[in-house]
Each structure stands twice: as C-alpha cells, then as structure tokens.
C-alpha cells in the first residue's frame, strides 16, 4: 500500500515538473506548426543595386527572427542598409526580411533571402550563409547585388 501511493506520488510528481518547465520548440524555416504567420511585408528600397564584401558566416537565430538551416540561402546585410527601414526599434518588424536579391560574382548570380544584419559589415556588404565562400576556400571576394 505505502509502495503504491510513493509511487502515484512519484509519478504525479514528475508531470507536474514535465509540464511546468514545458515550453514551445522554435519555429523553424519553412516548416507548419498550426501558428498563424504574420505576413512579411516587403517596400520599396532606395537601394537599387550594390556592390560590396561577400563573406561567409555561420548562422544562428537572425535578426529577422527566423531560424535556417544549412540548406537555406540567406544572407545579412549591412546594419547600414537594414537598420533604416527597422519600424520602432525592432528588426523583425523590418521589410527588408525576407526580401530576395540576386548576388553576382565573376559572372556567377544567386538569389538569396535577406534574414538577418550585420554590424561589422559596411553599405553594400553581404555575409551569405550556405554558399562556397567559406573561409578557407575563398575568404572576401568583391560582388554586386540588387532586389528582385
């Protein structure tokens, strides 16, 4: 009987623990978790084109709020270029997210969603998750860009 009710208790217990200290898994890219998505609202931007640094980085949550994964192709742009359309000091409010832009170097484009900032960058710079420029291959190249 006494081994019965410690164990009940026990159990009840370790659900209590299970829930309290449950909380929600982030949203990941491109995956349907039953939420409601707030629509990104993309502007016009002064920016037309832009040439700059195209370096690599290794992603973690963005700016923009969103996760990626190693199959995405994201970039951050320049605090300079990003920060100016920020709405009220918060960056996943930006239209700039989830922007697209085509990326040219050598010859070469790829079309990239905009998912993050970055501070050290200068106007016209990008630091692109998912291509070949990383470190050891290529280090900074120079390229140009523009929204599409």
Not at 9 to 27: D, E, M, N, R, W
């Amino acid at each position: 009987m006494f081994t019965k009710m410690l164990t009940t208790i026990f159990v009840i217990t370790a659900a209590f623990t299970v829930l309290t200290f449950a909380s929600p898994a982030p949203k990941m890219a491109g995956t349907d978790n039953n939420m409601a998505i707030t629509p990104i609202v993309a502007r016009d931007t002064d920016i037309a084109a832009a040439s700059g640094k195209f370096t690599y980085y290794n992603l973690g949550p963005g700016a923009c709020g969103t996760f990626h994964g190693d199959g995405d192709y994201v970039v951050a742009l320049s605090h300079a270029d990003f920060d100016p359309s920020t709405p009220n000091g918060n960056p996943n409010n930006n239209p700039l997210c989830g922007k697209r832009l085509r990326a040219s170097y050598n010859g070469k484009n790829v079309d990239v969603t905009v998912a993050d900032r970055c501070v050290s960058c200068n106007s016209g710079d990008l630091r692109f998750r998912h291509l070949d420029l990383n470190p050891a291959a290529f280090g900074v190249i120079q390229g140009t860009w523009q929204y599409i």
